[in-house]
Structures are given as structure tokens and as C-alpha cells.
């Protein structure tokens, strides 16, 4: 079966410093990865995918960057973290190939931005 | 880009009643909609999820409907539970295209009264 696994569960990082959040998924191959951002009682913003290693859409112009260095490895980065970027990241996967769009999402980082 | 739209923001019904959530959206290309469940502090959950080929599915007591002349969608709750109460995102997709990313609506807070 598929697991999808993000670290670390929380972080707090004080203003400027950097950001490294990594995804990983596990028991499938080639599939598609998303990050998305959820503030607190909000909806959830996407900010990035990717079909493919080295394939990065972004859909929000901000601070954060994301690369995808192996299949299954999605990493959010950011070298100068804002205030507004704290919130819970989520990290999720879709099969790359398949009759379905169904997302399944990692368990997720709650970062604190002070 | 597509914009979904989701009513009511916050929802509270008693124990034993039907809950509705609707949500409308603007891509008339779009044709996958699915369903997510979020408890506190928790990641997502697909509950049901529906293609633009159907106008009606169900899962035990949870039911979705498709109306794509009016580009909206609604899950349907019966014989609520107090572990219904979550909130419950909508999101749409236009299936087989190069995005392959889906839209959320803003959350719908659902209390079930014991």
C-alpha cells in the first residue's frame, strides 16, 4: 500500500531564516506531488506540483521554492522565511497515470513563523 | 482558473438530521469533484468523490449530486453523527491536462449537536 510521509511535524523558525520541508511517498512510482498551505481556519492554497522529477509548476508567486530530486522526494524550501508564511503545509500525492485525480495527503507541518 | 465557490461557512445541525454542503464552480471543463473531510489538527480525508460522466453517488450516508448545466455540486449527510463534526472541503479538477491539480472551496465547519 501507498504511504505518504512528511517531516518534521512542527517547526518554529524565527523571521528570515530558512525553510526545508521534505515529502516523501512510498509504494508507487512516478506519481504526482503537491504542496499545499492551509492558515489557520482556512481553505487550502496550492502552491506547487510536479509531474515529474525536475517538473515544478508554481501557482502562487511568494518566497518558497520547491525541487523534487527524486521520484518520490518533494522538498519546500524558502531561504528567508516571512511571518505570513506561517501555517500547516501539506504535502499530497495523486497517481501520475490513472482514470483518477484522487489526492491523498501526508499527515502535514505545522510551522510557526516568529 | 477555475474558482469554487462553498456554502454555508459553518454548519450545525442535531444529532439524527441531514446535513447539505453546496458548491459552485466556474470551469465548465472540470470534471472531477471530490470531497474531503479535515478534523482538527488532522490532515484531509477523501469521503467520496464524483466524475462529471455521473449525477449522483453514494456511500452509506453520504451522498454527492452533480449539476453540471448549473456548475454546482453538493454532499448530502444523513442520520448525522457527533463524529461527523469536521470541516468539509469541496474541490474540482479538470481531469487528463497537463495541471492536474485541484481547486478547493474555503471549508465548511459542520457541528453536530449530541
Known amino acids: 500500500s501507498q504511504t505518504i510521509h512528511q517531516w518534521p511535524a512542527t517547526l518554529v523558525q524565527p523571521v528570515g531564516s530558512p525553510l526545508s520541508l521534505e515529502c516523501t511517498v512510498e509504494?508507487?512510482?512516478?506519481?504526482?506531488l503537491y504542496w499545499y498551505r492551509q492558515a489557520a481556519g482556512r481553505g487550502l492554497q496550492l502552491l506547487f506540483y510536479?509531474?515529474?522529477?525536475?517538473?515544478i509548476s508554481s501557482e502562487v508567486p511568494q518566497n518558497l521554492s520547491a525541487s523534487r530530486p527524486q521520484d518520490r522526494q518533494f522538498i519546500l524550501s524558502s531561504k528567508k522565511l516571512l511571518l505570513s508564511d506561517s501555517g500547516f503545509y501539506l504535502c499530497?500525492?495523486?497517481?501520475?497515470?490513472?482514470?483518477?485525480?484522487?489526492?491523498?495527503f501526508g499527515p502535514g507541518t505545522r510551522l510557526t513563523v516568529l | 482558473g477555475e474558482n469554487v465557490e462553498q456554502h454555508p461557512s459553518t454548519l450545525s445541525v442535531q444529532e439524527g438530521d441531514s446535513a447539505v454542503i453546496k458548491c459552485t464552480y466556474s470551469?465548465?471543463?472540470?470534471?472531477?469533484f471530490p470531497w474531503y473531510k479535515q478534523e482538527l489538527g488532522k490532515r484531509p480525508q477523501l469521503i467520496i468523490d464524483?466524475?462529471?460522466?455521473?449525477g449522483e453517488k453514494k456511500d452509506q450516508r453520504i451522498a454527492v449530486t452533480l449539476n453540471k448545466t448549473a456548475k454546482h455540486f453538493s454532499l448530502h449527510i444523513t442520520e448525522t453523527q457527533p463524529e461527523d463534526s469536521a470541516v468539509y472541503f469541496c474541490?474540482?479538477?479538470?481531469?487528463?491536462?497537463?495541471?492536474?491539480?485541484?481547486?478547493f472551496g474555503s471549508g465548511t465547519r459542520l457541528q453536530v449537536q449530541p
Open positions: 499530497a500525492w495523486s497517481y501520475g497515470r490513472s482514470s483518477t485525480d484522487t489526492q491523498y
Open positions: 509504494g508507487t512510482s512516478n506519481p504526482n
Open positions: 510536479s509531474v515529474g522529477i525536475g517538473q
Open positions: 470551469d465548465s471543463a472540470s470534471n472531477y
Open positions: 464524483i466524475r462529471s460522466n455521473v
Open positions: 474541490a474540482a479538477s479538470i481531469f487528463d491536462t497537463g495541471r492536474r491539480a485541484l481547486t
